[in-house]
Structures are given as structure tokens and as C-alpha cells.
């Protein structure tokens, strides 16, 4: 397999005035083409850390991360943000999404192609599978947090993206929700032959993955 993803020795440090906190110590892992990796473990020991620095949000400490074979740590902000727009599907436990847009809005945006009939179509078909038919107009502060977390994952999953990283997707959903939004990525990642990163406390999910990686306290155990 090949690898798309490899981080190597990857240290990271937050400084908070004379508080130095050392969050990731020293973790060397590989995401492999269409490989669904699970990354789980307490809270606090540095999960969303991990997906943070994978997606070019945070830089690390020290230590090199590269995407197919190019090291991304090099990378000025605009390259990430190019790098992100290409490669990654991002959903985050926030969900950032952009408050003076609508869902349906939202969604569309992540084409590109921004409010052209086309994308709007397509940002429609998939709210509509994710049961948002009817507030595909609403804005983000008249949604549920629910609402809000299936807007979230259908704008990073409508451009299929080549990595997607998800952090606690579908924590804030009912059972019913859960599994729609569960479907819906692991259907994307398998049929596109996608990679997934999935960090999650949901065991049963983490087992559907390809590779269960435990992170304790910085390290991987
Ligand atoms: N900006 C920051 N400055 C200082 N410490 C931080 C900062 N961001 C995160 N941390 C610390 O880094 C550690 C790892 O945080 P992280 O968010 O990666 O944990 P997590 O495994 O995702 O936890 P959870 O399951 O609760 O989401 C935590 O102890 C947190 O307090
Ligand atoms: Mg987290």
C-alpha cells in the first residue's frame, strides 16, 4: 500500500505565557491510501492535536510531516490552505461553519464553483439525504447543534475529498442521525477509495476502520 500520510517524530508544544505543555511526544504513524484509521483515547491526550496538525492548522514543534512524499511542515500558509482545499474534508467537533450563509449555502461553497446552479444542486442532494430538506435556507444559528454538525460533515464530504479527517463526527447526533452520518463517510471513503481518519470514544465505529491506533498522553501505545 501506498503511504499518504507519514508523520515522524512528530513533537508538539503549546506555550501559554511560562507554561510550556508538551501535547504530542514523539509520534511516528503512516495513513496509507484508502485506509480508514481510528485514532482513540482519553480526552485530553492530544486527538484533535493529531488532526489539527494532519490538516496544516497547527505546526509542529519539531519533526516532519509529509503528504504523498512531500513534506508539508515546509509549507508557507498559503500552500496549507491550498493543500486543504485539494486534499482534505475536515469535520471538526466545532463546526465553524459561515454564519451569514445559509446551509444550503454553506455546503455549496466548499465547490467552488460557488452558487452556480450546479453546485447548489449537488449541496442540495446531499442535505437532502442527510434529512435537511427542509432547512436548506436556514442559517446556522437557526439550526439544532445537530443540524449543524449534518451541515458540517455534508460540506466536507461533497468535494470527496482524498484524506478525511473527522473528529467525534457524529458526538452531538441521535441514533438515527448517527448512522446516516455514519454511512454517508464510510460509503464515500470506500466507493471513492478515499482515506479516513476517524477519532472517536464509539467503539463499534472504530472497529469498522481498517487500524485502531490508542493514543495515551501524547504517545501512541
Ligand atoms: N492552545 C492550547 N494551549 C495549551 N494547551 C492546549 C491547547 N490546545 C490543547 N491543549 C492541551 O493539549 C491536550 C490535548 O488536547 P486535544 O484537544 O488534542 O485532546 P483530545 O484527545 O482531542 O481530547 P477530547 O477527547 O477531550 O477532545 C489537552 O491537555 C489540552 O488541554
Ligand atoms: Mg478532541
Do not use: W
Not at 488532526?51 to 508539508?72: R, W
Not at 498559503?78 to 482534505?88: A, G, H, P, S, V
Not at 451541515?151 to 475529498?161: D, S
Amino acid at each position: 500500500m501506498n503511504s499518504l500520510l507519514r508523520f515522524s517524530n512528530i513533537h508538539l508544544q503549546y506555550q501559554n505565557g511560562t507554561l510550556l505543555t508538551e501535547v504530542i511526544k514523539g509520534i511516528d504513524f503512516t495513513i496509507h491510501q484508502n485506509e480508514k484509521l481510528a485514532i482513540v483515547g482519553k480526552s485530553g491526550s492530544g486527538k484533535t492535536s493529531l488532526l489539527m496538525l494532519m490538516a496544516g492548522l497547527e505546526k509542529p514543534t519539531s519533526g516532519i510531516i509529509t503528504y504523498n512524499d512531500q513534506d508539508i511542515t515546509t509549507y508557507t500558509e498559503d500552500q496549507l490552505t491550498e493543500y486543504r482545499k485539494k486534499n482534505i474534508g475536515i469535520v471538526f467537533q466545532s463546526f465553524y461553519l459561515i454564519p451569514n450563509y445559509t446551509a444550503l449555502e454553506n455546503v455549496a461553497l466548499s465547490l467552488e464553483i460557488n452558487f452556480q446552479k450546479d453546485a447548489l444542486s449537488k449541496a442540495k442532494e446531499i442535505l437532502v439525504d442527510l434529512g435537511l430538506e427542509d432547512r436548506l435556507n436556514h442559517f446556522p444559528s437557526q439550526l439544532s447543534g445537530g443540524e449543524q454538525q449534518r451541515v458540517a460533515i455534508a460540506r466536507a464530504m461533497i468535494k470527496k475529498p482524498e484524506l478525511i479527517l473527522a473528529d467525534e463526527p457524529t458526538g452531538n447526533l441521535d441514533d438515527e442521525n448517527t448512522e446516516v452520518i455514519t454511512e454517508l463517510i464510510f460509503n464515500i471513503a470506500t466507493k471513492y477509495q478515499k482515506s479516513l481518519c476517524l477519532v472517536t470514544h464509539d467503539t463499534d465505529l472504530a472497529k469498522r476502520c481498517d487500524r485502531i491506533m490508542t493514543i495515551e498522553n501524547g504517545t501512541v501505545v
